[in-house]
């Protein structure tokens, strides 16, 4: 991208306001792992993140091992805490809506399955929840693979939740992808779309 995802615009918000506004209020402690310019992030995340979110910063010095080094760490710092699972954010997924977190959280309440994904048109997206019965075989899972690995391994028990909200596959990562998610937001807002409502 060139830039700090975290920090990209959308809207009046922040890729990283917009994910914490999604979480708010339906997941507990809400963990959010810097790496690359931690110092800028953090001091968004101190100016732009309501203390409402009770939002944990944890430093990843590792950063560069990729997306798993980051989990590890979020992961480590849950474990005296009673959670029952880790709803798993991207920051270049910033199209997630209240409502599908809700619909995740609540499969996972009715079928306890270790993994819960949404799905859009039967193609799997973000957020994952993942159970917390894995967080050891997260924590054991080779950089090399992930944590795709570890839900592979668990394939039969993975529930997919389909929604009509094409924000779970919204994956930023050129500067083309940025701009069009951003023409597609102004359309949406010119349209009266509800804040808070997915891309």
Not at 28 to 35: A, S, T
Not at 42 to 68: C, S, T, W
Not at 69 to 87: F, I, K, Y
Request: charged share 25%; proline share 8%.
């Amino acid at each position: 991208m060139g830039r700090d995802k975290a920090l990209l615009p959308l809207g009046p918000q922040t890729f990283l306001e917009r994910i914490a506004e999604a979480l708010a209020g339906e997941v507990e402690p809400l963990v959010i792992v810097v790496g690359h310019h931690a110092a800028e992030i953090e001091a968004e995340i101190q100016q732009k993140i309501p203390a409402r979110f009770a939002a944990r910063v944890l430093h990843n010095p590792d950063y560069k091992l990729g997306q798993l080094s980051s989990l590890w760490v979020a992961l480590r710092a849950l474990e005296n805490d009673p959670v029952s699972a880790a709803l798993v954010c991207l920051v270049d997924h910033p199209a997630i809506s209240k409502q599908v977190v809700r619909a995740l959280l609540e499969r996972f309440r009715q079928t306890g399955a270790p993994v819960v994904i949404p799905t859009h048109h039967g193609r799997r997206g973000h957020p994952v929840l993942l159970a917390r019965s894995l967080f050891p075989e997260l924590l054991a899972a080779p950089l090399e693979q992930g944590a795709r690995a570890v839900v592979q391994r668990h394939a039969p028990e993975v529930e997919l939740v389909e929604t009509d909200d094409e924000g779970v596959l919204l994956d930023i990562d050129r500067p083309e992808d940025f701009e069009r998610l951003r023409e597609r937001w102004a359309a949406l807002s010119r349209a009266g779309r509800p804040r808070g409502e997915p891309a």
